[in-house]
């Protein structure tokens, strides 16, 4: 008989809830969930999509091991766990700890087993050599969190439901669907904040699918929201409408920057961010007069030249005109399983505290930029990396200079990765080790649970069960581990206890850990048994108790204050942190770093509703119709060039020159083009016979490794200087 499974779907950040009907094994349909009361019977193509991956015959059901040859064989995993361990583990030995490092995609996010086995695997391989998707979108929000809070899961999310006026900066949410916000349906959220009289200002380069929906779109350079944001700051300052009384009571050193910030010339600010002073000025003005108001920057500011300056600066921004922790502004979960309780943990969260060998580039959350990975592949030395470890990432498609990267692959004496698919990465392993993939697995949402707009906790059930032999990812990530010496949690102690339970047949998964962090957490019943509970651990959370609500618990709006997030001890928002006011000075020193010369465009990336990065392109609904990666470039510019829209040009950057087919569209900035990123198929067509029909060319093989944020060495990826070219003239010359 079919039957209906109700569970968040794990593919972005949103969060929908899906209907899936399943017959036995069989997915028979998928559809929102009319019902959830999150998303409210929203699904975007990818959630309705979600099967097609379940089901695809590319998708990797077995360990494959590289043959002689260059193709891959089928092995057992008792074959496939011993090989990888014992092959890392000769690297470790021979060369040393960092010799092996680990790169972990987008995906592990969404994994709550996966995400706590992590920590164990980085103990178990001892490397300082840890990368992740994290330094090509999101590492300047970690820094400025942990610097301002005292964690880098503190995150200031926009109080969607309340706000009358959202400055929205580099963020499209209506094709991302949230950012270090999860709010599914953000076109009725959206428009729920318009028809209740507030307004939506977009700043970005492009007049994107969210600036359509908008009161007003702000067309600004790449690069520029660090100054539109410091700029917007000293309008407050020098019109008297800082809160005084909230930046006493919340902040350390605010007065320190009050003196840099009214040092900056307007004219600057203005140059640098391409938009009138008069027009910043206006903005300042509103932002502060609104009854409640609320900053947002993301990936655009993250990923662009200024990344750490911009994300520093917003929350400064809210905290300065007294938005910070108040309804209707940028406000603080309350999650049922607090990530912040693990920063306080020695050793788990922070940012700089070592730094990578051949660039000197700054850790953040315990991750390198990964821009910086095929430099420690290639410079022979103490510490070379020589073997890789990889899970559920593509980085030759997601890192700058994929090229390079794909290079030196090649050149590892051993690679193993943990992935569904032999995509472009993957390719280059010695070893493929396929997880179960999500929809066998369990699934809480723990990471997302710490930005969602209402609070809530979730678990979902396997759709449909595992079968026999197959492995989920926690289980192959801590087999891993073991094999490599180490344990589940990485905590000594822990994982002892870990291992006796399950030497006397008793099991020990991630789930006992989400179980206990439930109960231990805000919303947990306090590990009481039922007599003894009282107060607000009454009707507090277990996993048991969570796993017969299957829609999940409700857990309330978003709670006033700012004290009770912060992990300083002097429970204040420390904005005087060296590496922002360092940043701030590098940037009055030459406001004009990274503009295009004459002759130059800038190029930034997109993303759309129907991809999900680089893994979605292997399903045939979601790469179906008009060519999608396409160089939008304004009709000045195309003329400029030489090109007409249709043709396909050539784009040139400081390491790449290559093919681009050509759209014109009046929505870019004149002298900004926009391609979107997770493209460049050819590589993989033939394990990826879907993706591979429809290859598109990579963004990142346009992208420049040797040029990072400041601060954190995020990749920049949004302001890459570019030059356009028709096909002909490139010939010709
Ligand atoms: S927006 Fe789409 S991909 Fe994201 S959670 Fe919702 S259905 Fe899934």
Redesign the pocket.
């Known amino acids: 008989m079919p039957r209906s499974v109700y569970r968040?779907?794990?593919?972005?950040?949103?969060?929908?809830g899906?209907e899936f009907h399943v017959e036995e094994d069989k997915i028979l349909s998928v559809r929102?969930d009319a019902e959830d009361p999150r998303?409210q019977g929203?699904?975007?193509?990818?959630?309705?999509a979600?099967a097609h991956v379940h089901d695809d015959p590319d998708r990797l059901r077995r360990p494959m091991r590289r043959t002689p040859a260059g193709d891959f064989e089928p092995i057992s995993w008792e074959e496939a766990l011993s090989e990888a361990c014992t092959r890392l583990a000769e690297i470790r030995d021979r060369h040393g700890r960092d010799a092996v490092a680990l790169y972990v995609g987008n995906p592990v996010v969404h994994d709550h087993g996966a995400a706590l086995v992590r920590q164990g695997l980085i103990k178990a391989l001892g490397t300082r050599n840890c990368f992740s998707a994290g330094s090509q979108d999101t590492s300047p929000r970690f820094a400025t969190s942990w610097h301002l809070y005292g964690s880098s899961f503190v995150l200031p999310i926009p109080d969607l439901e309340r706000t009358d006026y959202l400055l929205c900066i580099g963020a499209n949410p209506l094709v991302s669907?949230g950012s270090v916000l999860t709010a599914?349906d953000m076109r009725r959220r959206l428009r729920a904040l318009r028809s209740r009289g507030g307004r939506l200002v977009v700043v970005d380069p492009r007049r994107t699918e969210t600036a359509r929906e908008a009161d007003e779109h702000v067309a600004i350079l790449p690069g520029g929201d660090a100054a539109l944001l410091l700029g917007m700051l000293r309008v407050l300052l020098d019109e008297g409408r800082v809160d005084r009384e909230a930046v006493a009571r919340l902040a350390r050193g605010f007065d320190g920057i009050e003196r840099r910030v009214r040092a900056l010339e307007a004219a600057a600010l203005a140059a640098a961010c391409g938009i009138p002073f008069d027009t910043i000025a206006r903005l300042a003005r509103e932002f502060a007069d609104a009854r409640t108001g609320s900053a947002y920057s993301r990936i655009g500011v993250c990923n662009s030249r200024y990344g750490s300056l911009g994300t520093w600066a917003t929350d400064l921004l809210n905290l300065a005109a007294g938005r910070l922790g108040e309804p209707g502004g940028a406000m603080f979960t309350t999650p049922a399983v607090d990530l912040s309780r693990l920063s306080s943990v020695p050793g788990m969260d922070g940012h700089g505290r070592f730094r990578s060998r051949v660039r000197g580039l700054p850790e953040t959350l315990g991750d390198l930029p990964a821009a910086c990975l095929a430099e420690e592949i290639e410079t022979p030395g103490p510490g070379q990396v020589r073997g890789l470890l990889t899970y559920a990432g593509n980085p030759v498609l997601s890192v700058p200079n994929g090229q390079r990267l794909d290079r030196a692959f090649s050149s590892l004496d051993f690679m193993v990765s943990v992935d569904i698919y032999l995509n472009e990465t993957t390719r280059h392993a010695d070893l493929v080790l396929p997880p179960a993939w999500a929809l066998r697995e369990r699934h809480y949402e723990l990471i997302f649970t710490q930005v969602a707009a209402r609070n809530f906790a979730r678990w979902s059930p396997p759709v449909v069960e595992p079968e026999p032999g197959e492995r989920a990812d926690w289980e192959i990530l801590v087999a891993l581990s073991e094999g490599l010496g180490g344990g589940m949690t990485g905590t000594g102690p822990l994982d002892r206890l870990l291992r006796a339970a399950r030497q006397r047949g008793w099991s020990a998964t991630p789930d006992h850990m989400l179980d206990l962090l439930l109960r231990t957490g805000a919303h947990g019943d306090g590990l009481l048994p039922k007599p003894l509970r009282f107060g607000r651990f009454r009707d507090g959370l277990s996993l048991k108790r969570l796993s017969k609500m299957p829609r999940g618990a409700d857990l309330g709006p978003l709670e006033p204050g700012v004290t009770r997030r912060i992990l300083h001890r002097d429970r204040r928002v420390h904005v005087d942190a060296e590496p922002f006011l360092a940043a701030l000075d590098a940037w009055a020193s030459d406001p004009t770093l990274g503009a295009a010369q004459p002759g130059e465009l800038l190029l930034i990336g997109r993303r759309e509703v129907r991809t999900?990065n680089s893994w979605m392109h292997n399903v045939p609904a979601l790469v179906s119709g008009r060519e999608r990666c396409v160089l939008l470039v304004h009709p000045d510019d195309a003329a400029a060039a030489g090109v007409a829209d249709g043709d396909t040009a050539i784009l040139e950057s400081r390491i790449h020159t290559g093919e681009v087919p050509i759209n014109l569209s009046d929505e870019m900035r004149p002298g900004v083009v926009s391609l979107p990123h997770g493209w460049g198929h050819a590589r993989a067509a033939a394990t990826l016979r879907t993706a591979g029909s429809h290859p598109g060319v990579s963004f990142n093989d346009w992208s420049d490794d040797a040029e990072t944020e400041a601060v954190v060495g995020q990749s920049i990826l949004n302001g890459v200087r570019v030059r356009l070219r028709a096909a002909a003239q490139a010939e010709a010359s």
């Open positions: 968040t779907c794990h593919l972005c950040e949103a969060c929908c899906l929102p998303s929203y699904a975007c193509p990818k959630g309705i979600i669907n599914p999900c």
